[in-house]
């Protein structure tokens, strides 16, 4: 599945998903009553996997909606990248930072318990890799080369749409840190971290913070001229939107409602839409 990386409006953003197939389903019901809906594209924030056991549902059903409607997409998030980099979905070998940090700093349990009936078993190093190449090959080849394949942006008029934000700490403008994520580049002679700054210190070359390294990114991004960013990443209680980005992460894979956001135009006012009301 190629996903398109522009978007015509009406454009429907929806929040982190974390498996949530039956959120999901009832923020669909309510969004088809929008007399937008039989044209709009869906562009899906990131966020897919982890934190809930129906993850493989969640993804065939993302991938559903993205066929039904034809322009629609979605975009990596920090979880989705996790689970690429530690077990190699794209057919590169497992990045060792990913291996380590998948195992300790995200809720794959519940992944591995859609894919394979179980959780992992953390007997040593060496089981988790095992671990992780069965998850991969109980991965269907659709969804594998689908989570892999997900932009690092999807663009409109007067909307960026990404996981978490441009970054002030980047010695760069914004045309050239979306430029880079265009082009999945996540180079320290590229994109500069200002010394001193908390991305210089803790730099990666595997994780971007645009993906979600930074998170203060998510709530105070580098400004783009003429275009808002939306973005989720952050769980907040109420979307939250300014003239520089529209946050709408209220669910984080944790509770309802998840929240979708009607963009009619490059400058009208956002709509939201929510599973459970």
């Not at 897919?48 to 993205?66: F, G, K, N, Q, W």
């Not at 990045?95 to 300790?104: C, L, N, T």
């Not at 998170?215 to 979307?239: A, T």
Request: net charge negative; with cysteine; hydrophobic share 40%.
């Amino acid at each position: 599945m190629n996903l398109p990386t522009s978007v015509e409006y009406p454009v429907i953003a929806i929040g982190d998903l974390h498996g949530r197939v039956e959120w999901l389903d009832r923020l669909v019901a309510k969004l088809c009553r929008l007399p937008e809906w039989p044209t709009a594209r869906i562009v899906f924030l990131g966020d897919l996997v982890d934190r809930s056991d129906t993850v493989r549902a969640l993804v065939s059903r993302v991938m559903e909606l993205i066929a039904e409607k034809p322009g629609s997409t979605c975009v990596m998030g920090n979880h989705d990248m996790a689970l690429v980099g530690a077990a190699g979905l794209d057919d590169r070998p497992p990045r060792p930072y990913w291996v380590r940090r998948y195992a300790d700093g995200y809720d794959h349990k519940y992944t591995f318990q859609s894919y394979l009936g179980r959780t992992p078993d953390y007997f040593s190093f060496d089981d988790w890799v095992k671990d992780l190449a069965e998850l991969k090959a109980a991965i269907p080849a659709e969804q594998r080369q689908f989570l892999a394949g997900l932009p690092w942006v999807v663009e409109a008029a007067g909307h960026v749409f990404l996981h978490n934000g441009l970054s002030p700490e980047l010695d760069c403008p914004a045309e050239v840190q979306l430029h880079c994520l265009r082009n999945k580049i996540w180079d320290q002679a590229v994109v500069s971290p200002r010394f001193g700054t908390n991305t210089d210190r803790m730099f990666k070359p595997d994780y971007p913070v645009w993906i979600g390294a930074d998170k203060n990114l998510s709530e105070h991004p580098l400004p783009i001229l003429g275009k808002v960013q939306v973005s989720g990443h952050i769980r907040i209680d109420v979307p939250d939107a300014n003239r520089v980005r529209i946050r709408i992460d209220t669910s984080g894979g944790a509770q309802e409602p998840l929240t979708g956001c009607l963009l009619r135009g490059p400058m009208t006012d956002p709509v939201f839409v929510f599973s459970d009301r």
